[in-house]
């Protein structure tokens, strides 16, 4: 099957000659949930800008739904939907009106029952004939998301859809995610909220200085890169670590009370059997132990500063 999105070296260079993406390559299939992250002026916003048709590429190309986004414009912009990263809504309107107009941009005839289906399932239905400006952020920003599916569009970008959003909500949004993505709609989202890419992502990009450098399935990335740190409460503490187990990639805490092993979380366990091993033979004694695996963000703060280089 064809993906969704499909992006072939698409760079972009901003007119004061910034350049913002570098030759990116990209597919998105149909049904999947995609999280971009990356840091601050990463150019995720300018990569979703440029898929929706609201910055020009400078190269390259891209394809929504089949269609090219500069030479077929209006089909592939009615496949899609967008949550902008800026709220921008007519604050005098009421939410009832900016949704059905926001469909009817797409010359799409009304269907009542839809977007009554789409402002129910956001809880906004008891708000239709609110005017905007007496919505909290976190209702406006589902107004948002309601006027993206308003036209039925077969892929949905959110770009920052939880900024500013309290807990509570942003588990709501993600409830809802996952039934829009059930219900056949492809998404792709961008977060600074790593939580958010762990829980929701089904494959993660992870961007910096305009580059993609990596694109890997949730559970792999967190197989292939994570870590997993093993801690030993010690029976006494140490003053440093003794030189028969300086080989070992171990770290003794401030207080010396306690040993910290860390090792692949793929590699096989033959490491901890030794280490015990030698522990014993040192004449070392431990009263407790706790494992814990690193966490998306471990991983994506050890990508993002990682060797750096260009500037921003
Ligand atoms: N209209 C513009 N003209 C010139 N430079 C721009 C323009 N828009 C964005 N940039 C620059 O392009 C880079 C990428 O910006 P972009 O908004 O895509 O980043 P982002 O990854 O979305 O960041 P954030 O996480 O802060 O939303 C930044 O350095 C930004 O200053
Ligand atoms: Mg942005």
Redesign the pocket.
Known sequence: MQPDISIQNLS?V???G?Q??KSINLDIQHGEIFALL????????????IICGI?NPTSGRVLASGHDIVTEYRAAREAIGLVP?ELNTDAFETVWDTVAFSRGLFGKGPDNAHLEKVLRDLSLWDKRHNRIMALSGGMKRRVMIAKALSHEPRILFL??PTAGVDVELRRDMWTMVRKLRQSGVTIIL?T?YIEEAEEMADRIGV?RH?EIILVEEKHQLMAKLGKKELRLHLQSPLDNIPGALSLEPLALSDDGHELIYTFDSQQEQAGIARLLRQLGDEGIEFRDLQTRESSLEDIFVGLVHETSGAS?
């Not at 990356?38 to 800008?49: E, F, Q, R, V, W």
């Open positions: 972009k901003y007119s004061g910034f913002a993406l990356g840091p601050n002026g990463a150019g995720k916003t300018t990569l979703i800008s910055v990263q770009d920052e961008t600074h961007i305009g921003r």
